[in-house]
């Protein structure tokens, strides 16, 4: 069973920067790619950000060129850098990871609230 870990969530105003973590319980590289979703109160969950085994990144257009996904082998650890924050950025941040079966596995969560 694999289990990730999300945290670096917190309350921060508009225009400031936070960074997430999602730790894994096994090697990321067991894994085909690794996304972070976000899911505010009353909305469906999003993709906001997607990387895979190969490096290939991409992102919804809400978040270009304000958030970066990247992602650490030795340390098991994907992040996403949030830079510029706004206040609709606020909402449940979650990890997923997909393996090479198509399994995919979910984090906790991790809050995110961006006053103005």
């Known amino acids: 069973q694999v289990q990730l870990v999300e945290s670096g969530g917190g309350l921060v105003q508009a225009g400031g920067s936070l960074r997430l973590s999602c730790a894994a319980s096994?090697?990321?590289?067991?894994?085909?790619?690794m996304a972070w979703y976000r899911q505010a109160p009353g909305n469906e969950r999003e993709l906001v950000a997607f990387i895979n085994i190969g490096g290939n990144t991409d992102y919804i257009d809400s978040v270009k060129g304000r958030f970066t996904i990247s992602r650490d082998t030795a340390e098991n650890t994907m992040y996403l850098q949030m830079n510029s924050l706004k206040p609709e950025d606020t909402a449940d941040y979650l990890c997923?990871?997909?393996?090479?079966?198509?399994?995919?596995?979910w984090g906790q969560g991790t809050q995110v609230t961006v006053s103005s």
């Open positions: 997923k990871a997909r393996t090479f079966t198509n399994s995919d596995y």
């Open positions: 096994r090697s990321i590289d067991s894994f085909y790619s």
